[in-house]
């Protein structure tokens, strides 16, 4: 709203109903109102905390008429908008690092047997090798980002209640999330619930509660922790074709001879850590409205705030195995050393 501030943030005060929240915490269908704040004369009244505007969000409230039931469900299909796919054909890719090679002077990175056999798995990929596997696991052309992208269905429902019986006004609403991710272990489903109801006791007072609440339990892999994505905690210069994704409950390892040692399986990456967390966040306001001579009012609140943060986290370090020399490359660590992250 305001750029970036002194508090080296750009992120504006968000007040809901008057409290402070998460704007991705507030479910749209309640919204009645928002309104932004961004000079300074506007925002002098919350101090430093508005230093880079405030927007303020009002919820509904019961109205008059009859009671009015509201269901508001959407279903997507979501899928990677753009993937930029690099090589997956090992022989391509093993030829242009030669190449790349012999351009700056050096010899060959990849022997010519290696090539050859590569090519001769092409041609029957699924013969069986040497070792027992079929040649398009032992001697894999991996396109990395089929691997590590899918696609899911993504659901949101929500139903609302709002009415007015004489006196008394109500809005409740409660709307469900489901959203599986399209990448491993970034899922999450959201339960998200409000209640807005008051009454008129006498011609100048009122009392009321707004009330409101969500639920989210989102799956974590080990690079959730520190706060970066999947694919920026992995280093894409090291996915190379030559490994198989997983197989016969596998992770495979780099196959040709020649390759680095070091290069990436993603999926395994991903699996290294399995859990969850689980965000439970609770507001509550009580509050009376008294009108008093003609054109003043005064109002009293008693907000309330609950945050509970869990998680969990097992380690699961499952080993790289080679599936041209049937051999474990980097073995699974025996389970009495993992542990638990509370």
Known sequence: IRGVGTLNSSSPLILVD???????????????????????????????????????????NGTEGKISV???????????????HTISDYVQYMKLMNESSNNLGNSDIFSQSSIDLWEAAKADPNGISA?????????????????????????????????KEKKTGYSMSFSYID??????????????????????????????????????????????????????????????????????????????NEEDPQSHNPLWDMAQSEGHIKNTQFFTTFYANVKFLKHFSYDVNLNYKDYRYESMSVNTDYGKYSFSTDQWIAAPKDPADLYTRM
């Not at 109102?33 to 509904?60: E, F, M, Q, W």
């Not at 998200?192 to 639920?215: E, F, H, K, P």
């Not at 894409?236 to 409950?249: A, F, L, Q, R, S």
Request: glycine share 8%; aromatic share 12%.
């Open 131 to 163: 070792s027992g596997y079929p040649n398009y696991v032992a001697y894999p052309n991996t396109d990395w980002w089929d691997e590590i992208y899918t696609k899911q269905w993504m659901q949101k429902h929500t139903i609302s209640l709002n009415g």
């Open 179 to 256: 959203n599986p991710g399209i990448m491993k272990n970034t899922g999450y489903n959201r339960y998200m619930g409000r209640v807005n109801l008051y009454s008129d006791i006498t011609d100048w007072l009122r009392v009321g509660t707004r009330t409101s609440g969500n639920v989210t339990d989102q799956e974590v892999s080990v690079t959730s922790y520190n706060g970066s994505s999947h694919i920026n905690s992995m280093n894409t210069e090291k996915m190379v074709p030559c490994i198989y994704p997983y197989y016969d409950g596998k992770y495979g390892a780099p196959e040709a």
């Open 18 to 60: 008057g409290m402070e929240q998460s704007i991705s915490m507030v479910n749209p269908s309640d919204i009645a109102n928002v309104s932004i704040l961004k000079d300074a004369a506007s925002c002098a009244i919350y101090g430093n905390r508005g230093a880079n505007g405030v927007i303020l969000i009002t919820t509904k």
């Open 70 to 84: 509201t269901y508001d469900g959407t279903v997507s299909y979501n899928e990677p908008f753009k993937i930029v």
